[in-house]
């Protein structure tokens, strides 16, 4: 029996290929990533080095929707990674309305989107504004009620955060939470 053989491919050749595959400019690449238009040409270009740094190549993978491990360069980061249930529900609204990552992040301003970025792939926790939130919300096609939920678990991480223990409060923060929804809702 014959096995086939794997080529690994570069990683310069894996994004130049994703870039040229969904028509994403250089430009808007590299603000997506965090990085400068110069190192995103000089990475394909392979004047320099695939990057080694694990945040630039968890943004790059987040992008491509590829894990980080495919890229040779990528090495497992010792701390465990927290992974949010909130921001894994945003990843199933991404699959279920079948929206690229690219496509969902060209639906943000650009110095929104590298904030994005960082959201999906678990560095930072879902925004506590509840407008910035219905914004993700609004172009996934979450409804109200559940972005509503999305931000109350967030809210009470916050709390929980800051040393408010919630369930011995539970009484205050319910109350708290009721009259938030109230207000939210007559708003959205």
């Known amino acids: 029996m014959k096995t ?8 310069s050749e894996k994004l130049a290929v994703f870039l040229e595959k969904n ?8 603000e997506m990533i965090g990085v400068t238009l110069s190192y995103v040409y000089n990475l394909i270009d392979e004047t320099v080095s695939f990057s ?25 980061p010792q701390e465990p990674i927290f992974v949010d249930e ?11 309305n079948k929206i ?16 994005i970025v960082d959201i999906l792939r678990g ?26 939920s999305l931000w109350e678990k967030r809210m009470k991480q916050v709390l929980e955060s800051a040393g408010m223990n919630v369930y011995s409060n539970s009484a205050l923060v319910d109350s708290m939470f009721e009259c938030a929804k109230k207000q939210i809702m007559k708003i959205s």
């Not at 028509?23 to 590299?30: E, N, P, Q, T, V």
């Not at 506590?128 to 409804?143: C, V």
Request: proline residues 5%; positive net charge.
């Open 4 to 11: 086939k053989q794997i080529i690994q491919q570069k990683s």
């Open 23 to 30: 028509a994403l400019h250089k430009r808007d690449f590299a």
């Open 52 to 76: 080694t740094r694990s945040t630039t190549i968890e943004r790059i993978a987040t992008v491509m929707e590829v894990e980080p491990d495919e890229f040779t360069e990528y090495k497992i």
């Open 86 to 96: 909130t921001v894994e529900i945003i990843k199933e609204y991404l699959k279920t």
């Open 100 to 115: 690229s990552v690219v496509s969902f992040l060209k639906s943000f301003p650009r110095k929104k989107r590298l904030e």
């Open 123 to 148: 560095a930072l926790p879902l925004p506590i504004d509840y407008k910035e939130l219905q914004l993700i919300g609004k172009t996934l096609n979450i409804p109200n009620e559940e972005v509503y």
